[in-house]
């Protein structure tokens, strides 16, 4: 099979398939063309997804093709943009019917949950890796920033933080997912929930936004770094997953001698969570609780943006934190 052949078989009847935002020239051409509604701006981003680096080799291909999108869908939601529109680059190895139709039916169980038309890319053989651009729509000068945080403002995270590492941690040492718990963190390393319901609610509330990816602490003092300030924060306040305060299913997951402050730095520094941290005016905390109410997702307050830059834990005396994260290179 070529290439064309290829994108005509999957690809091209995805696109049609599933409904998001139209375009005015999609999948066919040598570019696509869109028109970028009156009083929009157009958020745009980019994630690769390598094999054995961001995904195990064992892993399905319908949580792949799930995965890779959703990770640039919740950049979108940090930046409070809708999804419009996303492009797809894809290195295959060798051709296989079965490996295409899994990856498809993933990338289309998302786009049936968040609307967003797939409107080009490219195929080619090559080491298995995706990439993918997407695309979306924010209310000009609305659009949520990283450099946008203020000395008093509150600090929140949505949902809980750590599935996604006890997750990997279960994969890598291949351990039986047996339990409640055990299930949700493989589900949520394999299948993140991007916030952009969220996202799109707080661009009228946060000060500054941004998607948790390389963990809680790195990630906020993205922002905090960004907005040249610092933070003070409660630690013991940040929810876990529910693995990692199970006495049994640590010790299975090897914290066997951990303290329970280690363990929750384990949490916040693992990754792969894709929630969103955000920062607000006080004067915004009920509109803010109403919205995650409707978006159908919990937040938690846990600190205080500060003028003078630093993280400092107030449960533990005002201990510095060290923003440790997962490092790329």
């Keep these: 099979m070529n290439e064309f052949t290829l994108i005509d078989a999957y690809f091209k009847s995805l696109s049609e398939r599933v409904g998001g935002l139209r375009c005015d020239l999609g999948i066919g051409d040598d570019a696509a063309l869109v028109t970028v509604p009156h009083g929009k701006q157009l958020a745009?981003?980019?994630?690769?997804?390598i094999e054995s680096v961001h995904f195990p080799r064992e892993t399905f291909p319908a949580d792949i093709g799930y995965k890779a999108l959703a990770v640039n869908l919740s950049d979108l939601a940090a930046m409070g943009a809708r999804p419009a529109w996303y492009t797809l680059c894809l290195s295959l190895p060798a051709f296989s019917t079965a490996w295409l139709e899994s990856f498809c039916s993933g990338l289309e169980e998302l786009m049936r949950q968040q609307p967003i038309t797939l409107i080009g890319g490219d195929t080619t053989r090559g080491p298995l890796s995706i990439s993918i651009q997407a695309m979306g729509l924010v209310d000009s000068g609305c659009a949520l920033r990283r450099d946008t945080a203020r000395p008093g403002d509150d600090i929140y995270v949505s949902g809980c933080i750590g599935d996604a590492g006890v997750g990997l941690r279960v994969v890598q040492q291949k351990l039986a997912v047996d339990g409640e718990a055990l299930q949700t963190a493989v589900n949520r390393l394999n299948r993140p929930q991007p916030r952009n319901s969220l996202g799109e609610a707080l661009t009228t509330l946060a000060s500054a936004c941004?998607?948790?990816?390389?963990?809680?602490?790195?990630?906020?003092?993205?922002?905090?770094?960004?907005?040249q300030v610092?933070?003070?924060?409660?630690?013991?306040?940040?929810?876990?997953?529910?693995?990692?305060?199970t006495g049994t299913v640590l010790a299975r997951l090897g914290f066997v001698d951990a303290s329970p402050s280690s363990v929750r730095r384990f949490a916040v520094s693992a990754g792969d969570d894709y929630e969103l941290c955000f920062t607000a005016p006080p004067a915004h905390r009920s509109q803010i609780e109403l919205a995650a109410q409707q978006a159908g997702v919990t937040v938690t307050r846990f600190g205080a943006v500060t003028q003078a830059p630093g993280i400092f834990d107030s449960a533990r005396g005002g201990e510095m934190i060290s923003p440790l994260g997962y490092s790329h290179f």
Excluded: C, E, Q, Y
């Design 230 to 245: 610092g933070a003070d924060i409660d630690l013991d306040k940040v929810p876990m997953a529910t693995a990692l305060t």
């Design 44 to 49: 745009i981003t980019t994630d690769t997804l």
């Design 210 to 227: 941004i998607d948790v990816s390389d963990g809680l602490m790195a990630d906020m003092n993205h922002l905090l770094s960004k907005s």
